[in-house]
């Protein structure tokens, strides 16, 4: 037990191969931020179809959301790999082929794009009646409205709700290691495989991750803690 | 459709025994995630001493993802401790441990939200300690966070497809199987996925329904 526990905690091997995993971890927050940008747009656009006033658009939205929220990541991320290229493919008459990276961000994207429509839907419904009337009252246009009006006070409640989801996001990127997008994890299994100690590698990965999330995570929600207050003050 | 019928009406009673692996593996996490929830929480709140210990678990399971502890249990902890001894056991391990950091955080809300004169009352009427918690602490706590256990019971279904990738023989590996065997993915993952989204919509929706109902029955208003 103490010898496996000092191979486990002895960052040599780990170190070692810094260079190699660093580029992994790098290309995890490239996935992060591709998928968030997808996320952001069609969790917005979602939530404007849930609150729109005609119910067939109120009914996509309502799809939309339930499929992607109850949909497991990884199954999204293998079907969006495996299957829609077929679909597609079948649609237009040729061969479409998605890359790995390409399949994990569509599938990230449109699965937290579901929770991000439902943060967006609370904070646009949280906001009175009043200011919109106000805002018709001076002669706005209905596009003016949501973009000086609602989206302005939506983000600045929705953000410690959407910080959360951010990190839950960040989390699920280390999935896209499964269709061989060069992340850690895929770049920790590939060390393993050639040095046949798992000890060190996967503690150094776990360690890894829960450095970057708590630090990052804990930074962000102070940052946003701070800038909320500012405004409301 | 005949596509269909021969990839996934034929073999539903493979599917079916992946469901059920799935659904075995979702209930031990959940139960663990519970109980050790609660302990991290109660040691948390009230072991002086083991405190830090018991705040570097928390934070440690909610800030690291399921696939990385899934891993990492899978294969560092025999060689540590000499268990986990089987792939199904990593599995249900892997989960209960990310979920007890998040329900102990919970609890810890549910608790702190007790108003203090409950408590205050079970004392003057001459309960002991352990009967305030175990009478009036613990039965409002777990009221009020009703909502969130469901919740969280849904992100154990949904991080339960990762345990395929340790070779646990649930839905999603039984649908990897005969991907492999036909090499006609399009069928069989849809259907696949179309069975963990209702499955998880189901969960949640009953869930709900059942967390709502009890909090009525005491006289709070439906999450």
Same mark, same amino acid.
């Given at each position: ?26 290309? +995890? ?11 952001? &747009? ?9 609150? +729109? ?16 929220? +109850? ?52 904070? &646009? ?24 009006? &609602? ?12 910080? +959360? ?69 | !459709?005949?596509? #269909?019928?021969?990839?996934? #009406? ?10 059920? %692996? ?9 139960? !663990? ?41 899978? /294969? *560092? #902890?025999?060689?540590?401790?000499? #268990?986990?001894?089987?792939?199904? =056991? ?32 079970? /004392?003057? %009427?001459? !309960?002991?300690?352990?009967? *305030? /918690? ?9 009221? =009020?966070?009703?909502?969130?256990? *469901?919740?969280?019971? =849904? ?12 070779? %646990?023989?649930?839905? !999603? ?14 069928? *069989?993952?849809?259907? =696949? ?31």
């Amino acid at each position: 037990m103490s010898e496996a526990l000092v191979d486990a905690l002895n960052p040599a091997l780990f170190w070692e191969y810094r260079q190699v995993l660093l580029r992994g971890l790098a290309f +995890n927050a490239y996935v992060f931020f591709s998928a968030a940008t997808v996320a952001l &747009i069609v969790g917005l656009a979602a939530a404007l179809l849930r609150v +729109n006033r005609a119910w067939p658009f109120r009914w996509i939205g309502t799809l939309h959301v339930e499929v992607f929220r +109850n949909a497991p990541d990884y199954i999204m991320v293998i079907w969006v790999h495996f299957v829609l290229p077929l679909l597609l493919g079948k649609l237009i008459g040729q061969r479409v082929e998605f890359s790995p990276f390409a399949s994990a961000v569509i599938a990230l994207g449109f699965v937290y794009s579901g929770y991000f429509a439902e943060t967006f839907r609370a904070g &646009i419904q949280s906001i009175p009646q009043g200011h919109l009337d106000a805002g018709r009252a001076c002669g706005m246009a209905e596009s003016t409205i949501l973009w000086r009006i &609602i989206l302005p006070q939506v983000v600045r409640r929705m953000l410690p709700e959407a910080v +959360n989801q951010f990190v839950s996001l960040f989390k699920a990127t280390t999935i896209v290691s499964l269709i061989a997008v060069p992340d850690l994890m895929y770049q920790v299994s590939m060390v393993t495989q050639q040095e046949m100690r798992p000890l060190p590698l996967y503690t150094g990965a776990a360690v890894t991750y829960f450095a970057v999330i708590y630090v990052v995570a804990g930074s962000v929600r102070g940052l946003s803690e701070r800038w909320r207050n500012k405004i409301y003050a | !459709m005949s596509n #269909w019928e021969r990839l996934v #009406w034929n073999q539903r009673g493979l599917l079916w025994q992946g469901l059920a %692996v799935t659904i075995e593996v979702c209930a031990i996490a959940f139960a !663990m995630a519970i109980v050790g929830g609660l302990l991290l929480c109660l040691v948390r709140m009230h072991v002086r001493p083991l405190r830090p210990v018991a705040i570097a678990l928390i934070e440690f399971f909610r800030a690291t993802p399921i696939f990385v502890q899934l891993m990492w249990v899978n /294969y *560092v #902890w025999p060689e540590l401790f000499g #268990w986990p001894n089987t792939f199904f =056991t990593a599995g249900w391990v892997a989960l209960g441990l990310q979920s007890s950091g998040y329900l102990a955080e919970t609890f810890r809300a549910g608790i702190e939200a007790v108003p203090r004169g409950h408590r205050e009352a079970g /004392y003057s %009427v001459g !309960m002991s300690p352990f009967q *305030v /918690y175990r009478r009036i602490v613990l039965p409002e706590m777990l009221l =009020t966070v009703a909502p969130s256990i *469901v919740n969280q019971f =849904t992100v154990i279904v949904k991080s339960s497809t990762l345990v395929s990738v340790i070779t %646990v023989p649930d839905l !999603m590996l039984q649908a990897m199987k005969l991907v492999n065997i036909w090499y006609e993915p399009i069928e *069989v993952l849809t259907a =696949t996925a179309a069975i963990y989204i209702g499955f998880v919509f189901l969960v949640s929706t009953a869930g709900k329904a059942l967390a709502d109902y009890q909090r009525r029955r005491f006289g709070l208003n439906a999450a």
